[in-house]
């Protein structure tokens, strides 16, 4: 196997990372400025600021549930690539109606804004329902075999990278609607620029009879997919992964600034934080498993994770709050004693998560053949979305009726023991499944 990195280099790579990494840093971009200037500029209640998240991430995954069975469908019936390209110059539509959305609220408009800005959050979640199948089908395809492994790290730790990058400028320039319309534009012009340069992935198999109706195609896309053992208990444990890592980027803002009292900065900070973790995690992996696509390592990483939750929780507990009116900045949030064991502790959750996912996703794209990988994707997307649905849906209710952001880690961590058991039921489902050298 070549060093992961080395596949950074092929044209038959770089423009999918590349094209990706633009796609997933403008999504975030735009959801964390969005997310920002509702907490700190116009409401000022806890409950109002969980619920309107809440409702953000749900509208987000919707389409991931609606939408995934026909994205795969299409996905594994037509070049890989120029659906690529379609939803790229999509992303341009929909970015146009975020910016009119941002451009109003700096007029000091509250519900029209807000209205167009969930209009576009939405978009861009049919967005990725369209292009999440294809940018982990389509490695198998471009890569060799033991190259897949690495080639998932890469766009799984890009993905997390990019997020890292559009939550650190969110913090920056999120009260500048003008600069946050103006930048999520361009890159989602230079987004589709690049995704021109992707090879062709064509068709592998038959062409297949496209199932219009999307409850029909979903229930058949995952009774076609689930009855698979190793792949049933995958999509499970993505799932509990996902659900757990909406419930935390829910309740992170209001956390920051209610319990943490800090400022936006603090929570781009934060969000940013966790993106890093996540990236290592994803990274260190792929060295630990040298080429193997197994869960060996799953069950004692999320176990991790939940452990590192606690921790966390525990941390945040004992912060010392700015005075009443008073927030602080990301020089006083670092100045304070409890800053660097918060942070730690987040930083753990992160790692130890990225650990957990990426083989799992591995599993997806090399347990069936080439030409049904994008089914399988969308497959487990369908089951992601639907968890993430109801997740983000009981976060807001939960927070609607008074459950705060701290006792919402404590089901995260609850969370973390049912993925554990669900991994460790996949390690011993299969042996490892060494790729081809």
Not at 129 to 146: E, M, S, V, W
Not at 232 to 251: H, N, Q, R, Y
Not at 347 to 365: C, D, K, N, Q, W
Not at 397 to 422: D, R
Request: with cysteine; charged share 10%.
């Amino acid at each position: 196997m070549i060093n992961a990195l080395g596949l950074l280099k092929r044209r038959r790579f770089l423009p999918l990372f590349a094209t990706q990494f633009m796609g997933a840093f403008n999504d975030n971009l735009f959801k964390t400025s969005m997310v920002l200037f509702a907490t700190y500029r116009i409401f000022a209640d806890e409950r109002q600021e969980g619920f309107f998240n809440a409702l953000a991430a749900g509208l987000f995954v919707l389409p991931f549930f609606l939408l995934s069975a026909l994205a795969g469908q299409l996905a594994d019936s037509n070049d890989k690539t120029g659906i690529i390209r379609l939803v790229k110059l999509a992303e341009i539509g929909i970015m146009l109606v975020g910016c009119a959305g941002l451009l109003l609220a700096s007029t000091g408009a509250v519900t029209a804004p807000l209205v167009l800005m969930l209009v576009a959050v939405t978009g861009l979640g049919v967005h990725s329902t369209f292009f999440g199948p294809i940018k982990y089908a389509i490695l198998p395809q471009h890569l060799d075999d033991d190259d897949v492994l690495g080639g998932t790290g890469l766009v799984e730790a890009g993905t997390y990278l990019s997020i890292l990058l559009g939550t650190i400028v969110a913090g920056f320039v999120y009260q500048s609607t003008l600069v946050v319309a103006a930048l999520t534009l361009a890159v989602a012009i230079g987004g589709y620029l690049i995704a021109r340069e992707i090879p062709p992935a064509p068709r592998l198999g038959p062409k297949l009879v496209i199932d219009w109706n999307p409850v029909r195609a979903s229930w058949r896309l995952i009774a076609a997919t689930m009855h698979i053992r190793q792949l049933f208990l995958a999509i499970c444990a993505i799932s509990f992964f996902w659900t757990i890592g909406s419930v935390l980027i829910i309740a992170f803002p209001p956390l920051v600034k209610n319990v943490l009292t800090a400022d936006a900065g603090v929570a781009s900070l934060v969000l940013a934080v966790f993106s890093v973790g996540v990236a290592v995690g994803s990274v260190v992996i792929n060295l630990l498993l040298k080429g193997t696509i197994s869960a060996r390592y799953a069950p004692a990483s999320v176990l991790a994770m939940g452990a590192a939750v606690i921790a966390f929780w525990a941390a945040v507990r004992l912060w010392t709050p700015a005075a009443d009116g008073r927030l602080y900045g990301i020089v006083e949030f670092m100045g304070q004693p409890q800053a660097a064991p918060v942070l730690l502790c987040l930083l753990l959750v992160a790692i130890f998560g990225g650990m957990f996912v990426v083989p799992l996703y591995a599993f997806l794209t090399t347990t069936v053949a080439k030409d049904q990988t994008a089914r399988t994707v969308a497959a487990n997307n369908v089951v992601n979305s639907g968890a993430m649905t109801v997740g983000s849906m009981g976060v807001a209710a939960m927070t609607a009726a008074g459950v705060t952001a701290q006792q919402l880690l404590l089901l995260v961590a609850a969370m973390c023991l049912v993925a554990a058991a669900i991994a460790v039921r996949l390690h011993r489902a299969c042996d490892p499944v060494r790729v081809r050298d």
